[in-house]
Nanobody, 123 residues
Framework: QLVESGGGLVQAGGSLRLSCATS????????MGWFRQPPGKEREFVAA????????NYADSVKGRFTISRDNDKNTIYLEMSSLKPEDTAVYYC??????????????????WGKGTLVTVSS
């Protein structure tokens, strides 16, 4: 089970930190990621981090503004979001790939999803 938290309303230029905690599964062997679904649009890749912590990938739209990280001892991954823009408004979903260092960068690489947390950026 994946449980996201940390969403909310923030002004443009502000920051938020999302968390995704896993239960029932130790996080350390899995690759994890974040996707988002803006209102009326399809779900899209945001960021991913491999099991070994050596592979990280970001969507071009968030590079330099978002940072993904993981704390295996806490079975939690994070998404630090800064310089937020109204176009970042979306439901953000945590994603898990069961493979070692296989980054969940596309929908078909995701084995498990969280239920999502809403981020709203006001202009």
């Amino acid at each position: 089970q994946l449980v996201e938290s940390g969403g909310g309303l923030v002004q443009a230029g502000g920051s938020l930190r999302l968390s995704c905690a896993t239960s029932g599964r130790p996080l350390r062997t899995y690759s994890m990621g974040w996707f988002r679904q803006p209102p009326g649009k399809e779900r899209e890749f945001v960021a991913a981090i491999g099991s070994s912590n050596s592979k990280i990938n970001y969507a071009d739209s968030v590079k330099g503004r978002f940072t993904i990280s993981r704390d295996n001892d806490k079975n939690t991954i994070y998404l630090e979001m800064s310089s937020l823009k109204p176009e970042d408004t979306a439901v953000y979903y945590c994603a898990l790939n069961l493979g070692w260092d296989i980054l969940p960068t596309t929908l078909d690489r995701v084995h498990y999803w969280g239920k999502g947390t809403l981020v709203t950026v006001s202009s």
